[in-house]
């Protein structure tokens, strides 16, 4: 299978690049390095630099390509509040102009890494794919309008379209931002340096964390997978986790005791989020391999910046 990444360079990209060259494929990424790094990428992997929006470049790197991921986008909730016109241009924007080259070239399939964040705060739980979205911030709104566009270009243009809606995915190489940092690896952070953790709200916040191995099985399963043309579908681990005891896991595990400080001035944000998996077991034969607890260890044995913190040798 020929593929192209856009935003492959990075977290998520990476892990799904290396595997998929690794399962004999032929993979093209394209990344502008915002926040990505190709270092990781094996060398069988044709990475080029650029903007998602540039089409022309688009024109040349879907040459003979059956399958796009689409994984480019600016990521962070809180930046997002402060930037939406940015968020907006590359989101939105990036997914027209590679919907128009797809369109222009011809590819068989799209599959778009699309967000949890789109369901906002729900009061049935775990969520569905059929519940009306209830998007709060601009980067939720970005993606709800990415997955709209996919599907309306898609059917107009005879390609096959998917989206996967990630919940928080979490994993070796998973970027560490000094401002916006993602909450697993900023935790383990702190806690393993004997640091002190914020918590928004009362820490009864929950999320579903999913490691990247599970979300890069249900992005594979989706190139190829029958009878998933304009379909919704949840990429989660289905399990719920305050904040709380995300924080005494990873104290656990690093054995070192959290020092948590809880700022109630700032919301925790969305109350619940958790995941249904029953469309992705069905349409994707998805079924999450990583518990909380393992991927927590394999994240914090894999990650060469988290064994620094323990003044450990590395490699
Ligand atoms: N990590 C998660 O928990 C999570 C959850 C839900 C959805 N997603 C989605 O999955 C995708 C990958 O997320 P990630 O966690 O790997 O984030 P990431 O920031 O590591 O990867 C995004 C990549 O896109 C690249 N990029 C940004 N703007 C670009 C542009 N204009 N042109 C080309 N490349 C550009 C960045 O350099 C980066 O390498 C994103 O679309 C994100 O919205 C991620």
Sequence with gaps: MRVLITGGAGFI??????????????????????????TNLLSAVHFARGDVRDVPKLWSLLQGVEVVFHLAALVSVPA????PREYNDVNVGGTVSLLEACRDVGVKRVVLASSATIYGDQRIHPVVEELPPLPAVPYAVSKLAAERYLFTIGQLSGFETVALRIFNAYGPGQPLPPTHAPVIPLF???I????????????SQTRDYVYV??????????????????????V??????????????????VKATAHVLENHETSGGIQHLVADLTKARQLLNYRPRTTLADGLRQFYDLDPRMQARQGRVLA
């Design 13 to 38: 990209g990476t892990h799904l690049a290396n595997r998929l060259c690794k399962r004999g494929s032929i993979v093209r990424v394209l990344d502008d390095l915002s926040s990505g790094d190709p």
């Design 80 to 83: 997002s509040v402060l930037y």
């Design 188 to 190: 383990m952070k702190q």
């Design 192 to 203: 393993a340096g004997h640091g002190s953790v914020i918590i928004y709200g009362n820490g």
């Design 213 to 234: 191995d599970d979300v890069v099985d249900a992005l594979v399963s989706a190139a190829a997978a029958p009878a998933i043309d304009q379909e919704v579908i949840n």
């Design 236 to 253: 989660g681990s289905g399990q719920e986790t305050s904040m709380r005891q995300l924080v005494d896991q990873i104290g656990h595990m």
